[in-house]
């Protein structure tokens, strides 16, 4: 590789030039092998910040993050490989039904998810609140596991994309995530090694997301597409709303209870919306279904019949977890203590801030402020009205469960507060609103 000199990158990009591919790695490689310094590093995420990064210098950002660890490659275990991912939510728990319900229908699914981030929940928080459930399988074992089942379900381990580990850590503390580019080449190095064909990505707008706009949710999701088909893997991207929480729990084990009663045939509409045009996605795009809409219906059918309950069953058992509360969910130790918040006036619920109630979860124990932070599994929030619903004075609009007593005044306030109540009957928000693939953006009908 011809050395090149840092500092000339990093002005090129400050005064909006064009990288070349060789710049790129040379710029990544040498961070990788510690001879970039971080401030240097910091000073080029923020000149890409600013300045943004083109398609083809996206491309070759997240082609250099990929290859900067691991990239599996599981071409000997049948089938297409088929994995979805969220850009993060409150109450968002569909990759916990789609999981079981896409493999069970015979599409393998490698997922390797994340923690909590702030007011939003992560995927392995959730099933770590499933007894003996280990997240932590090294590479071996995950290919093992998705040989035999057809699913697997770990986190993020050091081999993959360490770079992007790096420069994550980097932005949180430089103000330099909320880049489009930043977050879609992050995202897709991390999803291309784990050794997927092809990638679902719901990426969210609204109050409790990332992206608090459709438009900016649109660009994202642009971006995340067009690398994903650059790399030669077919890639959906559907905008949904993330103007009030998805589904009506909040919290670690509430969430696998409310992901048990999905898989049992119940659950609430908008969460079974989200999850089937997702999983009957990721099932056609598998090649076990003709079109998308008959992947819905093989996903309903897998519900129906309880295969993919019996696949979460085997998932847990085989990941060293107990299946003893997916069986009887009721029985699952319940938090010390669990409080209402309740209605000051008569009328309609008019908005959520989806944000507030997931820091609200937070606060009861339910995500981390630090990262040293514990999680409690029973500590959350079950919502007992949604944008729409009418309400009457002194009616429940919201449960809470903590071991922490002393946080439920302030929380009942932070609730009161998320959840307005108007005179008028509001429009309920569109829950999904647009698709988009490689032949561009279209509006979701
Ligand atoms: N999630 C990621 O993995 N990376 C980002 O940059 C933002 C969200």
């Known amino acids: ?32 092998k510690d001879a970039v ?30 290859h900067s660890g691991t990239v599996l490659d599981l071409s000997d275990i049948p089938g297409t490989k088929v994995d979805k991912h969220s850009t993060g939510g409150v109450g968002d728990k569909t990759s916990l039904i789609l999981a079981p319900i896409v493999a069970a229908c015979g599409v393998p699914v490698p997922m390797i998810s994340g923690r909590g981030l702030g007011h939003s929940g992560g995927t392995l928080d959730k099933l770590e609140s499933i007894p003996g459930f280990n997240v932590n399988l090294d590479l071996k074992r995950y290919v093992e596991v998705l040989k035999k089942h057809k699913l697997v379900l770990i986190g993020q381990t050091e081999e993959i994309a360490p770079a992007d580990k790096r420069m994550y850590a980097l932005r949180d503390v430089t103000a330099t995530v909320e880049s489009i580019p930043l977050i879609a080449g992050s995202i897709m190095s991390k999803k291309l090694a784990e050794g997927i064909d092809a990638l679902v990505l719901d990426v969210k707008f609204g ?28 890639t959906i991207g559907y905008l949904t709303s993330m103007e009030q929480p998805l589904g009506n729990m909040i919290g670690n084990w509430l969430e696998v209870y409310e992901s048990i009663e999905c898989l049992n045939g119940g659950g609430p509409e908008d969460l079974l919306e989200v999850t089937h045009l997702l999983s009957g996605t990721m099932i056609w795009l598998g090649g076990e279904a003709g079109s998308v809409e008959e992947g819905i219906e093989r996903s309903k059918t897998a519900v129906a019949d309880g295969s993919a309950m019996q696949k979460l069953r ?39 801030d989806a944000y507030a109630i997931g820091m609200a979860g937070v606060e009861l124990g339910a995500g981390r402020k630090s990262k040293e932070d514990t999680i409690d599994p029973a500590a959350g929030i079950i919502l007992r009205k949604k944008i729409g619903d009418k309400v009457q004075q ?50 979701w009908s």
């Open 1 to 32: 590789m011809k050395s090149q000199n840092i500092v000339s990158l990093i002005r090129k990009k400050r005064d909006r030039g064009t990288l070349t591919p060789d710049e790129i790695r040379y710029l990544i490689q040498q961070y990788s």
């Open 37 to 66: 310094p971080d401030y240097q590093m910091s000073a080029f995420l923020m000149a890409v910040f600013l300045n943004g990064l083109n398609d083809d210098e996206a491309a070759a950002l997240t082609r250099e993050m990929l």
């Open 207 to 234: 109050n409790g997301a990332f992206m608090k706009t459709r438009e900016d949710a649109l660009r994202l999701a642009q971006r995340l597409v067009s690398i994903g088909e650059e790399f030669g893997k077919r």
């Open 314 to 352: 085997d998932i847990v058992l085989e990941q060293d977890g107990s299946t003893e509360f997916l069986d009887r969910p009721d029985d699952y130790p319940p938090a010390s203590h669990s409080f209402d918040v309740a209605a000051a006036s008569d009328g309609y619920v008019t908005a959520m």
């Open 394 to 443: 002194g009616e429940t609009i919201v449960r809470c469960f903590t071991n922490k007593e002393e946080q439920a005044d302030s929380v009942r306030q932070m609730l009161q507060d998320a959840v307005t109540i108007g005179s008028s009957r509001p429009e309920i928000p569109a829950l999904i609103t647009d698709t988009v693939t490689r032949d561009g953006a279209k509006p």
